[in-house]
């Protein structure tokens, strides 16, 4: 992010009716889809990925009912969450380093999630700097593409051990469940996406050795129907409800 932080919450009403269609319009398709497959609708929850977006388009989804949004940067979020509403859900999506977690899991109350775990060091790391603040919802983030480039952890039975770490000696944490980006080919390949079907292999296996049902957060503006077909709990779209992103050296 730039130096120059927007900080007006005001938004035009011509922005207010385009994300008001798009927010709708996604709405619609998650109802559509869980009705499709025999869930019931608040069995998927929806965080709208607002990276790189100003906050007056936060509000006025947050004005349009939606509470969940999805931030990918340390110093944006911590921002935003600053100066809009106090109720909203953060959602923590980004590349975790473990000289931030104590920004975020002790300086933002209502962070309601960090999606992207892949250490036991950093899982230490959220719980004890949560302070009196709420416990914090974690997911595992795993590569199930086994692309390299990718984050994420691939080996189940550290996967397994960190869960069992998280569940047995993290406090202020609660394991919420397993999150997958997914790689790109299998979001535009036919039929079932392979990488979601990977993160329901690994939570099977997970939930069976800590007896706890984990949520799986997958699915993206170019899949989450697919992903909810298959079973996620929570998708994360940006661009179907924003439109296109502005390119970081724009802003
Ligand atoms: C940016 C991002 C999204 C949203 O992607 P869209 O294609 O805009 O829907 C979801 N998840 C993660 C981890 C992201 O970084």
């Not at 509403?85 to 959602?91: A, F, N, S």
């Not at 002790?106 to 992207?116: D, F, H, K, M, S």
């Not at 940006?238 to 992103?245: A, D, E, L, Y």
Request: aromatic share 6%.
């Amino acid at each position: 992010m730039s130096s120059d932080l927007q900080t007006s919450l005001k938004y035009s009403e011509s922005r207010f009716a385009e994300l008001k269609q798009s927010l709708n319009s996604v709405r619609d398709e998650i109802a559509q889809e869980v009705n499709q497959v025999g869930r019931s609708v608040d069995s998927v929850n929806l965080v709208a990925v607002s990276k790189y977006m100003p906050p007056s388009d936060i509000q006025a989804l947050y004005d349009l009912g939606q509470r969940d949004f999805g931030e990918n940067y340390v110093q944006e979020l911590t921002h935003k969450a600053e100066i809009l509403p106090k109720d909203i859900k953060w959602h923590f999506i980004g590349s975790l380093q473990t000289n931030k977690c104590k920004v975020l899991s002790g300086r933002i109350p209502n962070l309601y999630a960090v999606e992207t775990v892949d250490s036991q060091a950093k899982a230490q790391k959220l719980n004890d700097t949560r302070g009196e603040f709420d416990t914090l919802n974690v997911y595992l983030q795993v590569n199930t593409s086994g692309e390299d480039q990718k984050s994420g952890l691939s080996d189940e039975a550290e996967i397994i051990s960190i869960a069992k770490f998280i569940v047995d000696q993290c406090p202020k944490l609660n394991l919420l469940g397993l999150m997958t980006i997914g790689s790109f080919s299998a979001s535009v390949s036919e039929g079932e996406n392979q990488d979601f079907k990977k993160l329901i292999e690994v939570e099977a296996h997970v939930s069976e050795q800590i007896n706890k049902k984990l949520g799986l957060s997958m699915g993206m503006s170019a899949d989450y129907i697919e992903a909810i077909r298959q079973g996620s709990t929570n998708v994360r779209v940006g661009r179907t409800i924003f439109g296109s992103r502005p390119l970081k050296q724009d802003l």
